[in-house]
């Protein structure tokens, strides 16, 4: 039979009736004849008793070493998995739960890793018996054995690795939010559902900070060539990804906030890149110039590349409190017209832009975050939904 994977969040999960209307969503897919793999998010977000950053909040004053910590993580999936076990079986659906290690999902590491690997023995042979299984997302089992955490987004990765490894008909992520939106609804008031993506879009849009899915969950959809479908309990409308190739040239605006800045003497560059390698500190955004290079960093990296600096005696200037704005879209990179009409735009609004950069489906702006939201907005209604509008104050 075909199998179809669907993962719920934590918060589509976070009531009795939210349950009730997964276990529907879970109906609908044995109808269509459909075998169906469930991974579940631990219910709720941070106050939940059972949510990870709960769970992690219980770790944060004690010392414990991490394959510990991701013990005590791994516990917010499996009551999740236990609870929707339940109600799925008090409305006549059989179903059986294989926690993560059971699964075969291996991983690199014991906590913050990622899914190298999946045996998918143990699935295939519960399949024979049961047309549902319930995984807990967010887990797997390290080389020696032991119960490993995943990254953040582990649950969506988790759904897409196990899409791409059982060959799924399609993955579906099941969120609190209707879809992969054009833009931050809390910030542009006409931000609509994106309908349809490719995989390299939507990688591109998580990876520049939308939320709504992981860059590594796109990845292995990529790679399996899995369609991905992302949205409510509703089960209407939602974005499909990879499913059907889109023609617009710009589709999302999105945003990355609490940056810092930092220029440097060209000279050094070489240098401080390995330096801030050695201390795992994150570069982005690099501009480089014959006599300065740029980059950015995010701002809780800022006091030890200080002082990884200082030490050496390297100068260097850094801006603080900035935000990189994307616009993403199709063969955006030389498309006649887009950067110039983002900087005019953005100067006309008496927005600085500190730094500019593009890729094939990407033009980036370096902005004060007291810009970002108006940038945001401004570039919106230009490229996205060219209506009038006013920009929020």
């Known amino acids: 039979m075909p199998i179809s994977v669907l993962k719920f969040g934590g918060t589509s999960l976070s009531d009795s009736w939210k349950r009730e209307q997964a276990v529907s969503c879970v109906k609908r897919e044995l109808e269509l004849d459909n075998q169906v793999i469930i991974v579940v998010s631990a219910i709720g977000r941070m106050g939940a008793p059972y949510s990870t950053d709960t769970l992690l909040s219980l770790a944060e004053p004690l010392s414990i070493p ?26 006549g659906v059989e179903c059986e739960i294989l926690t993560g290690k059971q699964a075969g999902l291996k991983t690199d590491g014991v ?19 049961t047309d549902v299984i319930i995984i807990p997302g967010f887990q797997g089992e390290d080389q020696y054995g032991r119960i490993a955490t995943l990254g953040r987004g582990g649950s969506d990765t988790s759904a897409c690795a196990i899409a791409a490894s059982v060959s799924a008909l399609y993955c579906k992520l099941y969120t609190d939010v209707a879809g992969i939106m054009s833009g931050d609804p809390r910030i542009v008031d006409q931000a609509k559902v994106v309908q349809s993506l ?107 590349l200080k002082r990884t ?21 199709m063969r955006i990179a030389g498309r006649p017209g887009v950067a110039s009409s983002i900087v005019s735009l953005l100067t006309k609004s008496n ?29 919106h209604q230009f490229f996205i939904n060219p209506e009038p509008a006013t920009v929020q104050e």
């Open 66 to 91: 991490p394959h510990q910590r991701s013990l005590l993580l791994s516990c917010g999936e499996i009551i999740s998995a236990a609870i929707l076990s339940s109600a799925l079986h008090h409305a």
């Open 198 to 304: 490719s995989y390299d879009e939507a990688f591109h849009i998580a990876h520049q900070g939308a939320k709504v899915i992981h860059p590594k969950a796109v990845e292995w959809a990529r790679n399996g060539n899995i369609p991905v479908w992302t949205g409510d309990l509703s089960d209407n409308g939602g974005t499909w990804i990879g499913l059907h190739p889109r023609t617009e040239s710009v589709h999302s605006v999105t945003a990355i906030d609490h940056l810092v800045q930092i220029a440097v003497q060209a000279q050094d560059c070489d240098a401080i890149f390995r330096m801030l390698a050695e201390k795992n500190i994150s570069i982005d955004l690099v501009s480089i110039q014959p006599i300065e290079v740029k980059f950015t960093i995010h701002q809780d990296d800022y006091p030890e």
């Open 309 to 329: 600096l200082d030490e050496q005696h390297i100068y260097f200037k850094s801006r603080h409190h900035v935000s990189k704005v994307a616009l993403i879209g």
């Open 111 to 129: 906590y913050d890793a990622d899914i190298c690997s999946m045996n998918t023995h143990s699935v295939f042979t519960e399949l024979q018996q």
């Open 351 to 379: 927005i600085n832009i500190w730094q500019t950069a593009d890729s094939h489906m990407t033009f980036w702006v370096l902005v004060d975050h007291a810009d970002s939201e108006p940038a945001q907005q401004l570039l």
